[in-house]
């Protein structure tokens, strides 16, 4: 069996079955394991302690940053359509 410390910090996901005991073992003491497709990475496997402490700190800088204020502009959907799909007096939908 192989050891995690023995583990590459990339495994390609067609071995994953053959080595995912010690990637989790990894992951749980604190490690990353990097989880390729054909060279790129594609996921992660993290210890649930490391994944909540990201989200934690997403959430944190989420809510410390700067919201506009509300100045009682409204826009309607058809307004909102019309300027998202009309390109120089040409409907986009119609150029597809």
């Known amino acids: 069996m192989i050891e995690p410390a023995d583990l590459p910090d990339r495994v390609d996901e067609?071995?994953?079955s053959a080595v995912l005991g010690p990637v989790l073992t990894r992951s749980a003491e604190g490690g990353v394991t990097v989880i390729t497709r054909n060279g790129e990475p594609i996921a992660a496997v993290v210890?649930?302690?490391?994944?909540?402490a990201a989200?934690?700190?997403?959430?944190?800088?989420?809510?410390a940053r700067e919201r506009p204020t509300d100045d009682g502009t409204r826009t309607s959907l058809s307004d909102l359509l019309a300027e998202h799909f009309t390109v120089a007096g040409?409907?986009?939908?119609?150029?597809?």
């Open 55 to 63: 989200e934690e700190e997403v959430d944190r800088r989420l809510a």
């Open 47 to 52: 210890s649930m302690r490391d994944l909540e």
């Open 90 to 96: 040409r409907d986009k939908r119609r150029q597809r």
């Open 14 to 16: 067609s071995e994953l």
